[in-house]
């Protein structure tokens, strides 16, 4: 916690904010990069918002309380960043959230930067038919294996809620893939 | 009957990929896009503004500070004579004599001149006078 203080500290000095600013993209920009992907499913779509996360949060640092950890509050700028370019794309193109993310999934086939087979296809259209909440739950503890104390902080949801959502997502997830 | 339970199968991976290099140079050029943390710069219009400011301040605190640099106290040695003759007047230990030692013939010729008497006030005065005899003595 010392050391993260002291990293923060470092990122508000403008003598070390630069060096300091390329450890962190360093540390976080894979594990922010496959969370934003998940979210928005293409490659260039999530290179775009992992930026503006970025960018986001080196405006922001100078607000940062320190009430959450450095990772959770980057999270929730990663999850708000993804969530509101879909919602953006899909004012822009006159259609629904979630015909966005099918519109997506369909694409992951012929996606170049994309490898799964059949059950992983499969799988994106279960999550897909999700609530917006248990979908998130889903991949962050699943894909991303993160602990429900850190989607917790994240999401700003207990830890029960959590538990809750993930095996009412899982259920759903079974069925879907037992019917198609 | 098919049955499918996501905890018994493999773990099943996104199945996402980036291009090639792609996290080396992600940092290279997002320290390019970070938004360079200019110096503030005050209009001309704000500095007359902060100068009016600070005069108006200062012009402030000096009228504040005249009745403590200025003492109203007067320091002059010179005694005015109004306090002078009540000193004379109420002081027990100072009677006629001793003013009449403070004189110089001068003096006394000055008050002569000054004070004109005619001779019926001097008659008029003299009958009146009980201790006539005394001032023939003295």
């Known amino acids: ?180 | 009957m098919k049955t499918f339970k996501l905890e018994n199968e493999p773990k099943i991976e996104p199945g996402f990929k980036t291009p090639d290099h792609y996290f080396e140079n992600f940092s290279i050029k997002m320290m390019k896009q970070l938004p360079v943390n200019e110096p503030k710069i005050i209009s001309i219009f704000q500095k007359r503004k902060l100068l009016l400011m600070l005069t108006a301040a200062a012009i402030l605190i000096l009228a504040l500070l005249i009745p403590i640099l200025s003492p109203t106290k007067s320091n002059t040695k010179e005694l005015d004579t109004v306090a002078l003759e009540n000193y004379i007047t109420y002081q027990s230990n100072v009677n006629q004599y001793d003013l009449i030692n403070g004189l110089e013939t001068e003096d006394i010729e000055k008050i002569n001149t000054s004070i004109v008497l005619e001779d019926e006030t001097i008659e008029d005065h003299l009958s009146t006078n009980s201790n006539l005899e005394n001032l023939i003595l003295e």
């Open chain 1, 1 to 180: 916690m010392q050391e993260e203080q002291e990293f923060i500290n470092q990122l508000l000095d403008s003598k070390t904010q630069n060096q300091a600013f390329q450890r962190l993209i360093l540390d976080y920009q894979r594990p922010l990069y496959n969370h934003i992907r998940n979210i928005i499913l293409n490659h260039d779509d999530t290179d775009d918002v992992l930026q503006n996360t970025f960018i986001k949060i080196f405006q922001h640092l100078k607000n940062f309380k320190g009430d959450s950890k450095l990772f959770s509050w980057m999270y929730r700028i990663a999850t708000n960043e993804a969530l509101t370019f879909i919602k953006q794309k899909s004012k822009r193109s006159g259609v629904s959230s979630e015909t966005i993310q099918n519109k997506a999934i369909d694409n992951l086939e012929a996606d170049v930067f994309f490898d799964g087979n059949e059950i992983q296809i499969k799988l994106q259209k279960a999550i897909a038919l999700l609530p917006e909440k248990q979908r998130l739950v889903f991949k962050m503890k699943y894909f991303e294996e993160l602990k429900y104390e850190a989607i917790s902080e994240i999401l700003g949801t207990s830890v029960g809620g959590l538990k809750a959502s993930y095996h009412i997502a899982v259920k759903k997830i079974e069925a879907f893939v037992i019917t198609n």
